[in-house]
C-alpha cells in the first residue's frame, strides 16, 4: 500500500555503521533503521547468537514457559527500576499495553468510572488507534476520528499547563489513571525533558496516586548515555515502554512495571508472538553487548563530540540553524523557522553525501547512527552534513 514515502534508495548490505546500495555505493547510517539498529549492520556477536537460536528454536507461543524469555526479563529487571515485564512486538504495542495498563489501574485501584490518561502535546506514542489518540499531535488524528476517548493533552515541560488540567479534570473527584510521557520527545523534534519539571511531575503524580510512565521507546536501552532516559531526569516512573534499540534491529517491545503497578492478571494482555525465543535472544544479546564493549560510556563520549560539530555547525550557520539539542546520541538540529530550508531538504542533500539522516518534523534534523559510532564516523557525519548545508546556501 502507499503507505510510505520512501526514498529512491534500495539498500542492501550494511556493516557497523555503514551501509551499500544495489550500485555498491556506501552510506554513513545515521539513522540505524531510526533508532534501532543499536549495534549497526550485521553484527558479528548478533549474528552468532541468532544463528544459533534459529537453529534451537524460534517460537513456541507463551503458552510454555520461555528460558530465553525469563533470561531476558531477569536482565531488564536488574538494570533498570522495574520488576515485571510484559513483552510484545513493537513500541505501539508496548503503548497499547501501558493503556490498557492505566485503565485498568484507574477502574480498580481508584474507583474511577472513565479513567482518563494525560499525554503532552507534541508527544509520538504510535500509530495503532489506541496510541494516535494518546499522541498529541492533531496531524497523526486527522482522517482517523473518531479518537479513542479519554486523553486529555498538557504543553510538555509546561507544570503551569499540567497543573492547570488536573485542576480542570479533578476538580470534584479524582478521574485521571495516568500520565503517559517522553523524557525525550524524538518524533516531536528531539525534545529533551526539564529536570525541574519532571521532578514536580514525580511529586504530584505520587501524591494523587497517579501513575506515572515513560515511553521510553525511542529514548531506552542506552540511546541517551544512560540505560533508560529517565536516569537523565534523576527520577524513576512506575511503568516505562520500551522497543526501537532493545532488539538491535529485530521486533521485540516491552511494558516494564514496578510491583505498585503490577496489576495484570492472566487473561487481562496477550501477545502471540511476543517474547518468543528468537525476539527475547536477540534483547539479551544487544544487552549484554552493551556492556561488554562498554558501549554507555562510547554514547557519552561520541554523543559530546557530535552535539559539539553540531553546535559549531550553528555557528557558522546562525541564519539557517536555531539550536541543537539533545542527549547522548540522539541529537536534533532546529532549523530556523524564517529559513526557507526544511528537514526534508537536507535528508535529501545528505543522500548526495552519501550520509543517511532523519527528519522530526518539518524543521528538525534527527542525528541517531547506531551506539558503536566511532569518532572518525562522527567527525564524517558533521563533515558531510555541513557540505548539505553549503550546498543549499
Ligand atoms: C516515543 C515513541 N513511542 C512509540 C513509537 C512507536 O513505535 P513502533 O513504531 O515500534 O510501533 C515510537 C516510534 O517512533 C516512538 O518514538
Redesign the pocket.
Known amino acids: 500500500m502507499e503507505t510510505y514515502q520512501r526514498f529512491p534508495l534500495t539498500l542492501i548490505r550494511g556493516k557497523g555503521c555503514w551501509l551499500w546500495d544495489d550500485c555498491g555505493e556506501r552510506y554513513l547510517d545515521a539513522v540505524a533503521g ?1 533508532a534501532t539498529c543499536t549495534l549497526g549492520h550485521s553484527d558479528d556477536a548478533l549474528r552468532r547468537a541468532l544463528t544459533h537460536q534459529l537453529n534451537k528454536l524460534q517460537h513456541v507461543s507463551n503458552l510454555y514457559q520461555i528460558k530465553e524469555q525469563e533470561e531476558f526479563a531477569a536482565w531488564l529487571v536488574e538494570k533498570s527500576c522495574a520488576d515485571k515485564v510484559f513483552f510484545c512486538n ?4 508496548a ?1 497499547e499495553a501501558a493503556i490498557k495498563l492505566s485503565r485498568k489501574y484507574g477502574h480498580l485501584k481508584k474507583n474511577i468510572k472513565n479513567p482518563i490518561i494525560l499525554t503532552a502535546k507534541a508527544s ?4 495503532t488507534l489506541a ?1 494516535i489518540s494518546a499522541t498529541g499531535q492533531q496531524n497523526y488524528h486527522k482522517g482517523f476520528e473518531p479518537m479513542v476517548k479519554g486523553f486529555e493533552f498538557f504543553n510538555y515541560n509546561d507544570l503551569t499547563s499540567f497543573k492547570a488540567l488536573i485542576e480542570k479534570l479533578e476538580a470534584d473527584s479524582p478521574q485521571i489513571a495516568s500520565v503517559i510521557i ?1 523524557p525525550l520527545q ?2 516531536g523534534g528531539v525534545n529533551p525533558g526539564h529536570k525541574n519539571f519532571f521532578k514536580s511531575l514525580r511529586e504530584i503524580c505520587t501524591k494523587r496516586k497517579i501513575l506515572l510512565i515513560f ?1 521510553e ?2 529514548t531506552g536501552f542506552g540511546r541517551t548515555g544512560t540505560w533508560w532516559g529517565y536516569e537523565q531526569l534523576g527520577i524513576d516512573p512506575d511503568a516505562f515502554t520500551i ?2 534499540g532493545m532488539g538491535g534491529g529485530h521486533a521485540i ?1 516491552a511494558l516494564m512495571v514496578k510491583q505498585t503497578a503490577n496489576i495484570f492478571k492472566p487473561g487481562d494482555h496477550a501477545s502471540t508472538f511476543g517474547g518468543n525465543p528468537f525476539a527475547c535472544k536477540a534483547g539479551i544479546t544487544v544487552g549484554r553487548e552493551i556492556e561488554r564493549r562498554k558501549l554507555l560510556c562510547n554514547v557519552i563520549k561520541r554523543g559530546k563530540e557530535l552535539s559539539d560539530g553540531l553546535h559549531n555547525l550553528q555557528i557558522s550557520f546562525p541564519k539557517i540553524i536555531k539550536e541543537t539539542r539533545g542527549w547522548g546520541l540522539i541529537r536534533g538540529l532546529q532549523i530556523q523557522e524564517e529559513s526557507t530550508i526544511n528537514a526534508k531538504a537536507i535528508v535529501e542533500q545528505a543522500i548526495k553525501h552519501k550520509l543517511l539522516i532523519v527528519s522530526a518534523g518539518q524543521k528538525v534534523i534527527r542525528i541517531v547512527p547506531p551506539l558503536i559510532i566511532k569518532e572518525r564516523e562522527i567527525k564524517q557525519i558533521l563533515i558531510r552534513l555541513e557540505m548539505c548545508i553549503r550546498d543549499l546556501t
Open positions: 531510526i513493537s513500541g505501539a504495542e503503548n509520538f506514542h504510535g500509530r496510541t517522553e524524538g518524533e515511553d521507546v525511542q522497543a526501537k517491545g
